[in-house]
């Protein structure tokens, strides 16, 4: 008896460790801003552009913009012509904005998975463990979305405690990979609006994946 009594403690101590070891998974702040250098890839050309994450999911809006959206899956139907490109996320509905043209469409909405991502948006995170990200310690995550479990993504952040304390560092999803800068974490920035180009009657539906989203007759590129 006494035998059984110590390997229960021993297999109790055990699990209490290794639990005590696994961080409590990611979560973003509700409000935040941050830049980032991304490297995207389309067969065997790679493009390298940076960006800005414009998150607000207080007010549910968010903007994603990029130098360069050539290789991004909903700006690439205009893949021809290295332009720059925002996602803009507004009242449930994404909008494909291209600054240099000022010219602006519809992509999908909320009952199309389009709106803005959750603050929770993983799907039973698997922590893999802490790396050194160039100089800096992190949690390392590989990470599935909701609601369709796409993936996997690799998701690296900084190690406090707290999830909301935490700062992104990296990350690999779809066809990219989002380095991002750890000093430029911001919770104050201009309030996020859809610009004029997305606000006409006679604003046109994307092409591309977009279309596809939708559930339209469009091929995706």
């Known amino acids: 008896m006494l035998k059984l009594y110590i390997l229960a403690f021993v297999l109790a101590t055990l ?3 290794t639990s005590a070891q696994i961080p409590l998974p990611p979560v973003w702040p509700n409000v935040f801003a ?22 607000d999911y207080a ?43 000022n ?7 909320l009952d199309d998975g389009c709106a803005v991502l959750k603050p929770k948006w993983f799907i039973n995170p698997q922590f893999l463990g802490e ?8 949690y390392k995550w590989v990470i599935y979305e909701q609601p369709n479990q796409q993936g996997p993504n690799y998701f ?7 999830p909301i304390d ?15 800068f750890l000093d430029s974490f911001r919770t104050e920035f201009p309030q996020i609006n859809l610009p004029e180009a997305c606000t006409v009657s006679s604003l046109s539906y994307c092409p591309g ?11 995706a590129f």
């Open 15 to 17: 699990i209490a460790s």
């Open 34 to 55: 941050q830049d980032f250098v991304e490297i995207a890839t389309s067969g065997n050309q790679t493009v390298r552009d940076v960006g800005t994450y414009y998150y």
């Open 59 to 101: 007010n549910n809006k968010q903007r994603l913009t990029r130098s360069n959206g050539q290789f991004d899956l909903f700006c690439g139907f205009n893949s021809t012509e290295p332009l720059a490109c925002d996602q803009v996320v507004v009242d449930d509905k994404r909008y494909i904005y291209f600054p240099e043209l």
């Open 103 to 109: 010219d602006c469409c519809y992509c999908c909405g």
């Open 131 to 138: 790396t050194d990200y160039y100089g800096i310690q992190a």
């Open 156 to 162: 690296y952040e900084t190690t406090e405690q707290n």
């Open 166 to 180: 935490r700062k992104t560092l990296y990350l690999a999803r779809n066809n990219y990979q989002q380095n991002f």
């Open 209 to 219: 994946v977009c279309a596809e989203v939708r559930g339209d007759s469009q091929s």
